[in-house]
């Protein structure tokens, strides 16, 4: 199989390129942003982390967290990888790892072929102010807003969830060719990263996709470990490791070299050995 991985980036850059390293292989292409704004780093260095892999290096976007730009980003990123094949495109952060070794990925996701891999917030999240009205920013102004279109009983029908994906060519290649019909339906919103593509699917495709799970009570629906009760997303300690690797998924975010390092290390040695065991088997 063949993979695509968008990776949106703007520090931890020794942490990036274990990253980078770990997602090594001859099936795989990295397709790798990095913040426009930020200064002072290597893109040679980054790239020399790999042997095997083909990577793409853009700074194209100057990011701003929960703004339009972005979503723009990862459609940017999308759009540059569905140019060659990819059986499945996977959003990571810069702050993500991979829980287990790349032959143990292919293989998960060959026994799952054809699955999307989205994750979708609650029926009654989409009902909150949020999903259904223009919001403007946090500002009184934004709130007058709101109450207005209540009044006029507005109604986007905005569907939300994790911004982080794994989906397939065929569907890659469908939300790229509406792409600007589907980022005017979700300018105005909040963090629009989270909508665009649960909004997408629901709204434009006819549901024809088969989803791997419809889980909203955890991440499981994208094959990810990710922590909103003790964090925004909460970030993983060494004591969290058997959490982690036992939990049958195959990415985690976040992970933070500055909070804890040695989480990061013990990852690596375990995806380190499970490689070499897969090997030898």
């Known amino acids: 199989m063949k993979f695509a991985y968008l990776i949106m980036a703007h520090d931890n850059f020794r942490q990036l390129m274990i990253l980078l390293k770990l997602l090594d292989s001859v099936n795989n292409d990295i397709y790798l942003h990095i913040d426009k704004k930020t200064r002072y780093i290597n893109i040679d260095m980054l790239k020399n982390c790999v042997l095997e892999a083909k990577i793409h290096v853009y700074m194209e976007y100057d990011v701003k967290?929960?703004?339009i730009s972005q979503t723009k980003c990862q459609m940017f990123l999308l759009e540059q990888a569905i140019q060659k094949y990819h059986d499945y495109y996977h959003l990571l952060s810069g702050h993500d790892l991979p829980l287990?070794?790349?032959?143990?990925?292919?293989?998960?996701?060959y026994n799952n072929a054809g699955k999307e891999f989205i994750h979708f917030e609650s029926f009654d999240y989409c009902l909150k102010d949020n999903c259904r009205y223009y919001n403007l920013g946090n500002g009184l102004l934004s709130k007058v807003f709101i109450c207005i279109q209540k009044a006029f009983r507005v109604n986007r029908k905005l569907y939300c969830g994790a911004n982080w994906?794994?989906?397939?060519?065929?569907?890659?290649c469908d939300l790229v060719k509406h792409k600007i019909d589907i980022l005017r339906k979700v300018r105005f919103t909040i963090s629009s990263d989270e909508y665009i593509l649960q909004t997408f699917y629901r709204t434009m495709t006819n549901n024809n996709y088969v989803l791997y799970n419809t889980n909203v009570n955890d991440y499981s629906s994208v094959t990810r470990m990710i922590d909103w009760d003790r964090g925004s997303p909460y970030v993983w300690q060494v004591d969290d490791f058997y959490q982690l690797i036992d939990s049958g998924r195959m990415f985690a975010r976040k992970f933070d070299e500055r909070i804890d390092n040695e989480i990061i290390?013990?990852?690596?040695?375990y995806i380190d050995l499970e490689k070499r065991t897969v090997k030898k088997s």
């Open 65 to 67: 967290w929960a703004g």
């Open 165 to 172: 994906f794994s989906i397939t060519h065929r569907l890659g």
């Open 100 to 109: 287990h070794c790349n032959d143990t990925i292919e293989k998960f996701f």
């Open 265 to 269: 290390e013990k990852v690596v040695r």
